[in-house]
């Protein structure tokens, strides 16, 4: 879902709660908003490889593109009843950078020349060590 950025406050969230009272009031018993990607990555600093100590800064510290973590957080506001896991698989032998412009991807579906800046920038401090590891 998208919306402008002048939309009211609130907007998304009245859509979501009309459509799952319409939904109810069908007798369909669930309904899903999706996933959150990037969410749930269980960090300890002993056993991270680096490519989820890359998902793990992404997903904590990137603002642009696809805010995962925001994502996350209002997703989280309509108190599901479960989080269904969802698997990102990759091969081991991927660079960093070809999994920064695969998450960019998400977003976009294709390669957008300003985005791809942004995330090679964002690799590069990541590289340089200006991002933490978190837990969630």
């Not at 402008?4 to 009031?25: D, P, Y």
């Not at 995962?68 to 990102?88: E, G, I, Q, V």
């Amino acid at each position: 879902m998208h919306r402008k950025l002048n939309a009211m406050t609130g907007v998304m969230e009245h859509a979501i709660i009309s459509a799952a009272m319409k939904l109810k009031e069908d007798n369909v018993n669930k309904l899903s908003l999706g996933i959150a990607p990037l969410a749930g990555i269980e960090v300890t600093e002993k056993d991270l490889s680096k490519a989820e100590k890359l998902m793990n800064a992404v997903f904590h510290n990137m603002s642009f593109g696809y805010n995962f973590k925001n994502l996350y957080r209002f997703k989280k506001k309509f108190d599901p009843t479960a989080w269904t896991p969802r698997y990102l698989i990759y091969d081991s032998d991927i660079s960093l950078m070809e999994l920064a412009i695969s998450i960019a991807h998400t977003k976009r579906g294709a390669t957008d020349l300003t985005l791809y800046a942004k995330y090679k920038l964002f690799f590069i401090k990541y590289s340089l060590g200006f991002y933490e590891i978190r837990n969630n």
